[in-house]
């Protein structure tokens, strides 16, 4: 049976070669609208992509032989992941390939903007010679500001360091360990913003991160700050950002991605001081061979083998261990979102325990599942691959124990996360061939996975499953479970509730008045 590829965006070409030297079928047709690729999508096994081509719920719905979608590259955001998971299309990128090189684009705009490089390049060309209108700034002993000390932050970081820039970094998941093997300190953001003589973000766009250089924000910068963006668009209030060039506060701010793209008008365009690029970050000749190879390869292992490699939305397993794995991947990781959503703050430790039946399987991809699931919360394109040497490099201690029987079922699988000092613990099961949470910190619970789980911890008191159904019941909230624990009467308590929607900040705000409420999220799934 032939398997055809479709390639949707510019890829370096040498991924063609390797689709076809693996009896692959290829097809090359960049710039097709979504109507235009929902409308041939059906022929194909494989899409690869880079960020232009953006496959939607409508272009999934009509990819009936879909099997993978390959991002040659690392943000995601063009791919609607949930859509491609429900109908069961793998999701896979390339984490690595290209932080080099977008790292150096950092630094290149931290340059260009400090001595204003583009504009005096033009007007010198334009035969003006303009050298008294550009005094420029020294890097050199200057503080930069790091927003995200990942991959893409760290490089930066590194290179700065060798033009002798002292460098601080806001990154709620870097530990003091890294901190210091980078050579960084770590701070809050507002000693960031206060600190900082130029800012850099390196976050990927997330609940936490957008609008993180706001209008307010921007205002409590050091007068003459340099903002670089090369990252996401949505990162930075870009008419705040122009209003603060425009009254000097912001001495340059280069943008290499922007909230609408392709920005092709923009307030911030002919702003002196404004310099930008577009989403050329990961553009090189070495990046694109890298992440055009790799996709190419991964998506041909999988549509060849079944093998598994860097996929966002499914574990990573071979196919013979397949059939045994898959629900103690699935209930892993999703264990993990469950600690990962309750320890947004950060946290400096992991503890993965296994006991029973589970201890004879291949636990390697069921931690990776687990530590994808924690890292999600706060980085978006995490996976199975990547999230294990993520939490190494930030030196956050990863623990595995096994009990070979476990008291009450055949196999349990125990997350812990230490968040300042205290441990934040979910245990779970597979009960009748379905992934249960079946205790948090040591209260006992039989509670299903759901799209959305409200997760209180309340005090054991009268009247607050009353108050709770009040609420619920006035904003319209249907509640499809519900499930309680407590330590002992009138102690510590829990209670996951199954709702069938989001619940809005309003509601949320009176469920955290409630007087016995300690702690109360929505958690999604
Ligand atoms: N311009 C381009 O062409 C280009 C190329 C490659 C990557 N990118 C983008 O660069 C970004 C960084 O990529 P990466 O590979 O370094 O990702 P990464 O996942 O390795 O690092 C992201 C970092 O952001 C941190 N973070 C998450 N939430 C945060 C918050 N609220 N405040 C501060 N830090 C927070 C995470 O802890 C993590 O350390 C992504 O958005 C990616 O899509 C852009
Ligand atoms: O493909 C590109 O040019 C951009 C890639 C970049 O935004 C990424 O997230 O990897």
Redesign the pocket.
């Known amino acids: 049976m032939t398997i055809k590829v479709l390639i949707g965006d510019s890829l370096a070409p040498g991924a063609i070669d390797i689709f076809k030297a693996r009896g692959i079928e290829v097809d090359v047709k960049v710039g097709l609208s979504q109507p235009e690729l929902a409308e041939i999508i059906g022929e194909y096994d494989g899409l690869a992509v880079r960020s232009a081509c953006k496959p939607n719920a409508d272009v999934i719905a009509a990819a009936t032989k879909l099997k993978v979608i390959g991002r040659a ?3 995601v955001d063009n791919v609607d992941i949930p859509a491609a998971t429900k109908k069961g299309v793998v999701v896979m990128n390339t ?1 690595f390939g ?2 080099v090189t ?1 790292a150096e684009h950092a630094i290149a705009m931290l340059f260009a903007a400090a001595r204003q490089i583009p504009a005096a390049s033009a007007r010198t060309q334009n035969g003006e010679w303009p050298k008294k209108d550009y005094v420029g700034t020294e890097l050199f002993s200057k503080t930069l500001g790091l ?7 760290s490089l930066v970081a590194e290179r700065a360091r060798g033009i002798k820039m002292k460098v601080i970094a ?5 530990t003091e360990e890294r901190a210091v093997e980078l050579g960084i300190e770590k701070v809050e953001l507002d000693a960031l913003l206060a600190r900082a003589d130029a800012i850099t973000l ?5 609940d ?2 957008r609008n ?1 250089l706001s209008r307010e924000n921007l205002e409590k910068t050091k007068k003459g700050v340099i903002i670089v963006n ?3 668009g949505g990162l930075v209030d870009e008419e705040a950002l122009k209003d603060l060039l425009d009254n000097g506060h912001v001495s340059a701010a280069a943008l ?2 922007f909230e609408t793209e392709p920005a092709k008008e923009h307030p911030l365009f002919g702003t002196p001081g404004f310099i930008a690029t577009p ?1 050329l ?2 553009s090189t000749v070495e990046a694109q061979d890298n992440v055009a190879f790799q996709v190419a390869e991964q998506m041909a292992d999988y549509l060849l083998t079944g093998a598994v490699t860097n996929a966002l939305n499914m574990p990573s397993i071979s196919a013979e261990e397949a059939p045994r794995l898959k629900p103690f991947a699935e209930l892993a990781e999703k264990l993990g979102e469950f600690a990962g959503q309750v320890s947004t703050e950060g946290f400096d430790a992991v503890e993965i325990d296994y006991e029973g039946d589970v201890c004879e399987l291949n636990r390697k991809p069921l931690t990776s599942a687990a530590l994808a699931g924690i890292l999600r919360a ?2 978006k ?2 996976n199975m691959v990547s999230a294990p040497s ?1 939490l190494k490099d930030r030196g956050i201690d990863l623990k595995e124990t096994t009990v070979e029987e476990s008291a009450t079922y055949e196999s349990l699988i125990r997350i812990k996360v230490r968040v300042d000092g205290k441990w934040r613990t979910v245990s779970g099961s597979i009960v009748n061939g379905q992934a249960r949470i079946v205790a948090v910190k040591e209260m006992t619970l039989d509670a299903k996975f759901r799209p959305f789980i409200l997760f209180i911890n309340n005090t054991d008191k009268p009247g607050f499953i009353g108050g709770l159904g009040s609420v619920l019941g006035d904003a319209g909230i249907n509640i499809a479970t519900f499930n309680l624990g407590r330590e002992e009467e009138g102690g510590d308590a829990i209670a996951m509730i199954g709702i069938d929607q989001d619940i809005p900040k309003e509601t949320m705000d009176k469920i955290n008045a409630l007087s016995q409420v300690r702690y109360a999220k929505v958690l999604r799934f």
């Open positions: 590259g690392i943000g984490p290209n932080a977008t927003i995200g000390a990942g991959n893409i932050g806001f990154d709620p998941f870097l390196h976050t990927p766009l997330t936490q991160t993180i090369c990252a996401r290499d991605v989403h970050g990961a706060s980085m394109d995490v993520i």
